[in-house]
């Protein structure tokens, strides 16, 4: 199955892919065409989330192709993702939305210290967040330059999931400078604020 996703918008390549999936048969490949790295790195996150092994090979100057093997566990791993969607929904699951380089409104200078010592005092918490969403100029956080990367880092070692905007390390021109987590595009991030017990803005 062949579904082009090329010029579309995060998360559509990832939903149009997910839902192939799940209409699937257990011996069918998904075969997504893609037009930039970020939307490749997405679609493989997603398939590795599902448990489904996935390859990636860029076609041409402009085209990648993300394949995804839909094994005969897929319905097991459907049923176990619906499982697991109602567990997050009863459990304490915390996410932190990052949505700023910035605590606060104000000086941008004190709202940067504020952020670090944000990050920071998370880490020294009994009680932390199971996912950290950094999107916007929050973006700026896990890459290089940032100095909250090694509380990032701690936070990571610790078990936290940490996820930055695909969309927006792009738009800022930073997607090579990722140093902590992993990219993911908006329908993660739409699916880890939903399936919270809480969200905590700072």
């Known amino acids: 199955m062949l579904i082009d996703a090329r010029g579309l918008n995060c998360p559509i390549p990832v939903v149009k892919t997910k839902k192939a999936i799940r209409e699937s048969s257990s011996e069918d490949t998904i075969e997504t065409l893609v037009d930039n790295k970020t939307a490749v790195q997405n679609l493989l996150q997603m398939a590795k989330d599902e448990g489904l092994d996935a390859v990636a090979e860029q076609v041409d100057e402009s085209t990648y192709k993300v394949s995804i093997a839909v094994s005969g566990a897929v319905q097991k791993t459907n049923a176990e993702n619906v499982k697991a969607d109602n567990e997050v929904a009863k459990t304490s ?7 700023s380089s910035c605590m ?3 000086d941008e200078k004190l709202g940067k210290q504020l952020m670090k010592s944000f990050l920071y005092t998370l880490t020294t918490l009994e009680t932390k967040p199971s996912v950290i969403l950094f999107y916007n100029s929050g973006a700026y956080l896990t890459c290089e330059g940032s100095d909250c990367i090694d509380d990032i880092k701690t936070l990571e070692d610790a078990g936290v999931k940490v996820l930055t905007c695909g969309t927006c390390v792009n738009f800022y021109g930073i997607a090579d400078t990722l140093k902590i987590g992993t990219v993911t595009n908006m329908y993660s991030i739409a699916e880890h604020m939903m399936n919270a017990s809480s969200v905590v803005k700072p």
């Open 104 to 106: 606060g409104v104000g």
């Open 93 to 99: 699951n915390i996410v932190v939305a990052v949505s």
